[in-house]
């Protein structure tokens, strides 16, 4: 029996490679790597995954060229106008989570559409994480307890404990199930200031594959992997198979 991870997350990482191989510019990177991005979202739904999640554009991308980050954002309006029907047709559900506030109006009031609709979707959950950053949402969240600290002193009552599951509610992620598998393609073997929070426990997949080239196939190859792993919490083997 093959363990199916109930989210699978990505970083997405090639694009510019995968274009200079081929004498192009890194925005055919790009654009080939939403071909990618169709074809796993088809996948997992397929597999009955039920969350996955794609690392789309961090806060430290903000520091590209300024044509570079423009096509990107182009790219994005583009693919989601034209993917959303698709994904009604197949009841997945997408949500975009990052720092939004750095977003353009014409890609907010795009994702806005998109999540409206397709909210009441009960099939595959598509998360696409765009200006985001680890740290940005340990800060954040953080933040907002602080506030529930001087809220609480200013009514003289105390302030939610503040637990592993309580801080969860405060990530932008909340309501997300942590990710079983993190896949990074393209060789690099970082987090690079993804989900340094949430993936405490998850599995790690590299590959060298770059992300353009990414298909149904090596998606398989990295399940296959998730499958032969044994995850122990920090247990024992014995605990796990229950046999002590
Ligand atoms: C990393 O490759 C890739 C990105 C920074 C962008 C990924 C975004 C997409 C494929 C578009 C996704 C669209 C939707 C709707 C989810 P890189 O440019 O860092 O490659 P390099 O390391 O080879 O330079």
């Known amino acids: 029996m093959s363990k199916i991870p109930r989210h699978v997350t990505i970083i997405m990482d090639g694009n510019g490679r995968w274009a200079r191989k081929k004498g192009l510019d890194r925005l055919y990177g790009h654009k080939e790597g ?10 997992a739904a397929e597999q009955g995954i ?31 106008a034209a993917e959303t029907p698709t994904l009604m047709k197949n009841n997945v559900r997408f949500r ?22 397709s909210e009441q979707n009960n099939g595959l959950n598509l998360i696409v994480f765009l200006s985001y950053s680890g740290k940005w949402d340990l800060l954040q969240a953080t933040g907002k307890y602080a506030h529930e600290v001087l809220k609480a002193k200013e009514n003289n009552t105390s302030a939610p404990e503040l637990t592993p599951d309580y801080f969860d509610t405060l990530l932008s992620t909340s309501g997300i199930p942590d990710p079983d598998l993190l896949i990074r393609t393209s060789g690099e073997q970082r987090i690079s ?12 997949y590299f590959t060298d594959v770059l992300w353009p080239d990414f298909r149904k196939n090596d998606f398989q190859k990295a399940l296959d ?14 605990q796990i198979n229950n046999l002590n």
Do not use: C
């Not at 060229?65 to 423009?70: G, K």
């Not at 975009?96 to 999540?115: F, M, P, R």
């Not at 992997?225 to 014995?238: L, N, P, Q």
């Open 193 to 204: 200031n993804y989900l340094l929070w949430q993936t405490a426990y998850t599995e790690f």
């Open 34 to 43: 939403v071909e990618s991005v169709r074809a796993v979202t088809e996948f």
């Open 50 to 80: 039920g969350f996955l999640s794609l690392f789309a554009f961090s806060e430290e991308n903000w520091n590209r060229p300024n044509y570079e980050i423009m096509g990107l954002m182009e790219l994005m309006i583009d693919a989601i």
């Open 96 to 117: 975009v989570v990052g720092n939004l506030s750095k977003l353009s109006d014409t890609l907010k009031a795009k994702i806005g559409q998109t999540e409206k609709l």
């Open 225 to 238: 992997h998730f499958s032969e792993r044994e995850r122990r919490f920090g247990k024992t083997g014995d």
